[in-house]
């Protein structure tokens, strides 16, 4: 079982590497085959649009045809069982990184196909459970302003459509810095997000470790 953990933040150990990596332990405690890839060590551009993977009698086999450093990755994440991927959120979106990974990695998956019923044709045949983990340095009630649900259930819902299924995990309200003192951040209440990143990220980090265990038992069972 080869679960693959992906970090689509620069931060190699931060809020989102430390969730993505406990929901790589969640993974590893029931017996998978982990491995973390810190996407922003890599030199790559997104999508392209050659239109490889579209051309009649394509022999990109679901891999981008594109060759850089993301595509042993993309590789990686074809052959791998469970796909973990996180990302902090910059400006209500994920990292450009997260993105490009996104698009070079689901749109040679998606044929502009249909069958004769009217069903869209799937490249993938197995699924691939997907958990995404979202973080964000703004609280919830900030949720509705920015349209965050909205926005960040669109990105789950596109690997879920190609990967067969997808959950999301989010964690707001995060701590930044390591030294608030250091920052012109007075926006900020140091105290109040240092005592909520002692309450809240545990739980979070529980929480993504049952993600890992959730997702590899998910593998046998979706793929019957």
């Not at 993974?27 to 996407?39: F, H, K, M, R, Y």
């Not at 990109?60 to 060759?67: D, E, M, P, S």
């Not at 040679?108 to 691939?128: A, Q």
């Amino acid at each position: 079982m080869k679960v693959l953990g992906i970090n689509g933040s620069p931060r190699k150990q931060w809020n989102t590497a430390t969730l993505v990596e406990k929901a790589l332990e969640g993974a590893a405690s029931v017996g998978a085959d982990t491995e973390i890839i810190n996407l922003y060590s890599q030199t790559f551009k997104g999508c392209v649009s050659c239109f490889a993977c579209k051309r009649k009698g394509s022999k990109t086999n679901g891999l981008c045809a594109v060759r850089d450093e993301l595509t042993p990755i993309l590789k990686k994440a074809l052959e791998a069982d469970v796909i973990i991927i996180g990302s902090p959120i910059y400006y209500s979106y994920p990292t450009a990184y997260f993105r490009a990974f996104m698009e070079r990695f689901l749109f040679p998956l998606d044929p502009y196909m249909i069958k004769e019923n009217g069903e869209r044709v799937k490249f993938l045949d197995k699924v691939i459970p997907t958990g995404i983990i979202f973080t964000m340095n703004c609280p919830k009630e900030y949720w509705d302003k920015y349209h965050y649900r909205e926005i960040l259930d669109s990105n789950g819902e596109e690997f879920g459509r190609i990967t067969g299924y997808a959950e999301s995990y989010y964690s707001d309200d995060t701590y930044q810095f390591t030294d608030y003192s250091k920052y012109d951040a007075n926006y900020f209440d140091e105290r109040e997000k240092r005592e909520h990143r002692e309450k809240q990220f545990p739980i979070d980090q529980q929480k993504c470790f049952e993600m890992g265990v959730r997702l590899v038992s998910k593998v046998s069972e979706m793929n019957k």
